[in-house]
Structures are given as C-alpha cells and as structure tokens.
C-alpha cells in the first residue's frame, strides 16, 4: 500500500529541520511522491523516523517469564521504537552461532519490530576467551559486547579489540572500574551517607573509560560506551574524540530525567547499574547529548520480575523497563528547553542508525518507511500495570509524562493498528 502523510509536522533528525509538510511512501520505502492507496491526515502532529534503541534486554532464552520477543515488540511499537538492538546477557549467554540463530528465528517469528541481536564478546560473558567474531558476525551479529560486565584482563580485552578491528565489529563497552564498583547500590556521597547505602565513585567510570580509550589507542578498535552517566567521564570522552578515535557513546534515559534523590525511601524500582547520580552529573550530561558529545540515546530496557525487585535495597536487582517510556521521557528535555525535536531524534534514530550502518534513522528518499507519530503535547499519567512489557518495574508509574504515540510504522505498515486487530 502506498501511503501519503499530509499536513505532518516532519522532524528531520538529517538535515536539523522541524517543518510542516507532506511525506510519501510507496512499498515501505519513503519516495518523493507517488499516487498513495491511503491517505493520512496527520492534523500537524509529529512524523518522525523510527528510533533505533541500543542495548534492549529481551530475556529469551532462558527468562521468557520477564521479556519475550512478542511483548517486548509489542512494548517497542506502544513506545514509536522501530528497531531494538537486543543484548547477549540471557541464560545461556548469546555466544554462539547456534544461540545467535535461534534468537534470530524467534525474533522473527514473534517480534512486531525489526530486531538486531548483539553478541558476547567472551564466552559465557566470563572475560576469559574470545567468541567466534567472525563466525557471529556471518551469522548476523549487530555488535559485541558483554553489558555489564568489564573484561578485567586488560590483555584480553586488548586481544579482542584487535580482532573485532581486523574483522569490521563494533564493541559495546561497559565503563566501569570492577573493584571500585563491586558491592555499590547507589552512587557514594551525602545521600547514600544518610541512607546508610553502599556507594559507588563516580571516579569508577572514569578509571574505566580512561582504560578503554588507552587500548582503543594500541588497537585502533570501532567502539561505543553503552553509558556515559558523570561529568568526570566527558572530558575524557571528548579528547578520544578529539584524538580521532573511532568511538561514540550513548546514555540511558533514566539517568537523563532521574536523579539519585529519586531512590527516596529505598524505592527499587529506582535501583540501576550505573546507579543515578546527583543532579550536576544529569545535567552535564544532559548538555553532552545537546552538543552532541554523547551521541546515542537510549532505554537500557531491563525487565526484572516482582520477586527480584520486592527486596530490600542492596540486595534488589539492578534495572528498568524503558521501551514504552523512551520518548515521552526524553521529551521533558524537550520541554524542558534543553534541547530541540531534530537534535533529539538525532540522539534516538539517526545515530544509533549510522553507528551500526542502517539505512533507517531518517526521512531521506530511499530510506525505509521506519515511521513514528506522535503528538508531544498531550499529557497522561502511567500506570505500570497498563504496560505491554512484561515485568513492571518502571520508575515512571504514577508520574504524569508529556507526549504520546499515535502509531508506529515499520516498513510502512502500520504496526499499531496491525496488533490492535490482532
């Protein structure tokens, strides 16, 4: 079917532009023009392209009680995300070929949304051998990576990066210093004082990210920073960049509109790993992802059941359920005047897109119709029992959130209709 927006307020991550116009669509792909089957009367509401979320933890194999590829899909179109780049910590990790392929087939199957698996960098993500790079990436691998766990052993970390540099492969970094990080729930200070919680440095993620850009350096390696979450990491980060090194970084969301005060009365569901850090740290950040120094923004989505959460602080699991949250939650930044439609959608589709060499991310001719409306305007409160995922554990619920999807197109096919009917 062959389909014409009009009168849409099209947000143009490419070319920095916010403009009311018109948008054609002609066998999923966007066209300059064409004789449309349908036609969509967009009423001055936002059209943009389709985020790309980086880093999504779906729990097959192993955890299907806590995320399937059908209610994380499900979950990704309620949130205007297109594509979900899954992560490797399942049970057993992603470390094989055979793993990875049963992933792929059942990703296909059930999953409304594209979706690219990562795989583990080592096996069993117990950074001690390498996987088989090459023999992933021909099976389909997006990216490697561990999550969050740091290979410790400098000298086969270095191995690795210069492999997966010889072979094209990006890797996904977790940039935290293990001994300074073991055992903390929230990050160290005043706050955590008073609490009587254990503390993490923030000193912790710069130790990392200092490590990691020296061997980047030795091995010349394409890497990401899945978090970048203090201001004692960016400059560090910059000069990398500065220096010509081929990396980038992203940041989650929950530490883009949260803070560590947000742990209130030991509230689990506000446990993360990094844990939040204070408002300064957010709001560097925050002025990182407008200047573009943090280039990718994404959910982090971690389902964790009611039994693992409903624990005392410290010994609760760490993460949140993000998908359907993403955008109306980074849309406070918008609100909030910190950043700008274009440049937001530059940090949720247009980069995480480019890093990982996709053609979506964009609403230039030729590219695929990955298409999310939504009207950034209208207020509503989240119910966490109304979510789509399945684990609940949002720090969101009760909060009143700004912004909310009208419906979510992959491939041009309209993927919010398609599972209302279903």
């Given at each position: 079917?062959?389909?014409?927006?009009?009168?849409?307020?099209?947000?143009?991550?490419?070319?920095?532009?916010e403009?009311?116009?018109d948008?054609?669509?002609?066998?999923?792909?966007?066209?300059?023009?064409c004789?449309?089957?349908?036609?969509?009367?967009?009423?001055?509401?936002?059209?943009?392209?389709?985020?790309?979320d980086?880093g999504v933890k779906?729990?097959?194999?192993?955890?299907?009680h806590?995320?399937?590829?059908?209610?994380?899909?499900?979950a990704?179109?309620?949130?205007?995300?297109?594509?979900i780049?899954?992560?490797?910590?399942?049970?057993?990790?992603?470390?094989?070929p055979?793993t990875?392929?049963?992933?792929?087939?059942?990703?296909s199957?059930?999953?409304?949304?594209n979706?690219?698996?990562m795989?583990a960098l080592?096996?069993?993500?117990?950074g001690?051998e390498?996987?088989?790079?090459?023999?992933?990436?021909?099976?389909?691998a997006?990216?490697?990576?561990?999550?969050d766990?740091?290979?410790?052993?400098?000298?086969v970390?270095?191995?690795?990066l210069?492999?997966?540099?010889s072979?094209?492969?990006?890797?996904?970094?977790?940039?935290?210093?293990?001994?300074?990080?073991?055992?903390?729930?929230v990050?160290s200070?005043?706050?955590?004082?008073?609490?009587g919680?254990?503390?993490?440095?923030p000193?912790?993620?710069?130790?990392?990210l200092d490590?990691?850009?020296?061997?980047l350096?030795?091995?010349?390696a394409?890497?990401?920073?899945?978090?970048?979450?203090?201001?004692?990491?960016?400059?560090?980060?910059?000069?990398?960049?500065?220096?010509?090194l081929?990396?980038?970084?992203?940041?989650?969301?929950h530490?883009?509109?949260?803070?560590e005060?947000?742990?209130?009365?030991y509230?689990?569901?506000?446990?993360?790993?990094?844990?939040?850090?204070?408002?300064?740290?957010?709001?560097?950040?925050v002025?990182?992802?407008?200047?573009?120094?943090?280039?990718?923004?994404?959910?982090?989505?971690?389902?964790?059941?009611?039994?693992?959460?409903?624990?005392p602080?410290?010994?609760?699991?760490?993460?949140?359920?993000?998908?359907?949250?993403?955008?109306?939650?980074?849309l406070?930044?918008?609100?909030?005047?910190?950043?700008?439609?274009?440049?937001?959608?530059?940090?949720?589709?247009l980069?995480?897109?480019?890093?990982?060499?996709?053609?979506?991310?964009?609403?230039?001719?030729?590219?695929?119709a990955?298409l999310?409306?939504?009207?950034?305007?209208?207020?509503?409160?989240?119910?966490?029992?109304?979510?789509?995922?399945?684990?609940?554990?949002?720090?969101?619920?009760?909060?009143i959130?700004q912004g909310?999807?009208?419906?979510?197109?992959v491939?041009?096919?309209n993927?919010?209709?398609?599972?209302?009917?279903?």
């Amino acid at each position: 079917m062959n389909t014409h927006f009009k009168n849409a307020r099209l947000i143009d991550p490419e070319t920095g532009t916010e403009t009311l116009g018109d948008l054609f669509v002609a066998d999923g792909v966007i066209v300059e023009t064409c004789k449309a089957d349908e036609v969509i009367d967009c009423g001055g509401k936002c059209l943009a392209p389709g985020i790309v979320d980086i880093g999504v933890k779906v729990s097959e194999p192993g955890e299907r009680h806590k995320e399937s590829f059908a209610s994380a899909g499900r979950a990704a179109v309620a949130g205007g995300i297109t594509t979900i780049v899954t992560r490797p910590d399942t049970s057993p990790a992603i470390d094989t070929p055979e793993t990875l392929e049963f992933v792929e087939r059942r990703a296909s199957i059930d999953a409304a949304v594209n979706v690219l698996p990562m795989a583990a960098l080592t096996k069993g993500r117990d950074g001690k051998e390498m996987t088989e790079i090459g023999f992933l990436m021909d099976a389909g691998a997006a990216a490697f990576t561990d999550c969050d766990r740091v290979v410790t052993n400098t000298k086969v970390f270095s191995r690795v990066l210069t492999y997966a540099h010889s072979l094209g492969a990006l890797v996904i970094g977790h940039v935290q210093e293990p001994g300074l990080s073991a055992g903390g729930s929230v990050t160290s200070g005043k706050f955590a004082t008073l609490r009587g919680l254990s503390g993490v440095s923030p000193m912790a993620e710069r130790m990392g990210l200092d490590r990691d850009i020296a061997l980047l350096e030795m091995t010349g390696a394409a890497y990401h920073v899945d978090q970048i979450t203090t201001a004692r990491a960016l400059p560090a980060l910059e000069r990398a960049k500065a220096n010509g090194l081929n990396i980038t970084a992203g940041v989650g969301i929950h530490h883009l509109t949260l803070n560590e005060m947000d742990v209130a009365d030991y509230r689990t569901f506000f446990k993360l790993k990094p844990p939040l850090r204070s408002e300064d740290d957010r709001l560097a950040v925050v002025e990182a992802v407008a200047t573009g120094l943090i280039d990718i923004i994404s959910s982090m989505h971690t389902p964790q059941d009611e039994e693992s959460k409903r624990l005392p602080f410290e010994e609760a699991a760490s993460g949140a359920v993000a998908l359907e949250t993403l955008l109306p939650a980074a849309l406070r930044l918008v609100h909030a005047g910190h950043i700008d439609l274009p440049h937001l959608f530059r940090a949720l589709a247009l980069n995480p897109a480019n890093r990982l060499g996709l053609a979506c991310g964009r609403l230039s001719v030729g590219a695929p119709a990955d298409l999310v409306l939504f009207d950034p305007d209208v207020s509503w409160k989240l119910d966490r029992s109304k979510l789509l995922s399945k684990s609940k554990n949002t720090p969101f619920d009760e909060a009143i959130l700004q912004g909310k999807v009208i419906a979510t197109y992959v491939g041009g096919v309209n993927k919010t209709e398609s599972l209302a009917n279903a």
